[in-house]
């Protein structure tokens, strides 16, 4: 499939995939940006939705020369309107899970169903061992130790068991090796909600799948505990012997969850009537 580019009226130039028919599936990538992300569960996934996935600002394909403030749901709002699409369903993992999260908080009246893999959550108090490795790395990127910082992601304990797996971590390492940094570089720049949205999950009214890895860090796995109390409809995957990225790791089990998810007719809305 051909990226299309679309430029939103911020000024910011998007690589976009569009695949498939049907009610609208839109996939947000984590830190590292790359729409690739989704490789494992994309011919699936677009082959069952309209789907679209597409590199955040500045990331991969997409260019970014502006130097403001900005939020990547007000970007995700800008690029359905481009789209043409009112309402989605919207499956993010990782920091792509908390975007999916500030979308549905932000723009309540555009989302139909939510996906969350892993997430992370606008207003988290990180334990010191994230915010130490967080730190390393936007200190080396900043001052232009790319490199560096590309090697201190690799060896984040966030991926312990898929650089485990020779074929994940060879995947791993490449992609990183390709990666700008934007994430780190722009983190200062994205405007933080008013209010945290950890302290706002009970207001998400719309059907949420959650999917975890049973061995995430425990900063994730927190985040998920507190998900799963605080909002009303949520349906919880946890699979056993899996860290991080469920849908490198678990690929088919991942699918399995959304698929069943999405399929699921008991669930009211707005793709269902």
């Known amino acids: 499939m051909v990226a299309r580019r679309i430029t939103t009226a911020a000024g910011v130039d998007f690589s976009v995939e569009v695949e498939g028919v049907g009610a609208p599936l839109v996939l947000v ?42 939020r990547h749901a007000d970007d995700l709002a800008a690029l359905l309107d481009h789209l043409g699409i ?29 996906v969350l893999i892993s997430p992370n959550v606008a207003g988290w108090d990180w334990s010191p061992e994230w915010e130490h490795h967080w730190r390393q790395l936007t ?17 984040h304990p966030l991926f312990a068991t898929a650089r485990r797996d020779p074929t994940l971590a060879a995947r791993l390492r490449a992609d990183i090796a390709a990666d700008n940094c934007r994430a780190w570089l722009d983190a200062d720049r994205e405007t933080p909600p008013q209010q945290p949205h950890v302290e706002r999950l009970a207001e998400l009214t719309v059907p949420v799948l959650l999917i975890t890895g049973s061995d995430d860090l425990n900063d994730l796995r927190v985040i998920a505990e507190i998900l799963t109390a605080m909002v009303a409809d949520l349906r919880r995957v946890d699979l056993t012997d899996t860290g991080h990225l469920t849908h490198w790791e678990r690929p088919a089990d991942t699918i399995h969850a959304i698929v069943t998810f999405l399929s699921d007719t008991d669930i009211r809305s707005a793709d269902s009537g």
């Open 29 to 70: 990538a984590g830190a590292g940006g790359n729409r690739s992300t989704w490789d494992p569960v994309w011919p699936q996934l677009s082959s069952i939705r309209r789907s679209v996935r597409y590199d955040l600002r500045g990331c991969g394909a997409s260019t970014d020369r502006t130097t403001g403030a900005f």
């Open 86 to 114: 009112e309402r989605a369903t919207v499956a993010g993992v990782s920091m792509g899970g908390r975007i999916a999260l500030d979308f549905a908080l932000d723009h309540p009246g555009r989302i139909d169903r939510l």
């Open 139 to 155: 200190t080396a990127a900043h001052e232009g130790m790319l490199d560096r910082a590309r090697d201190l992601w690799w060896r």
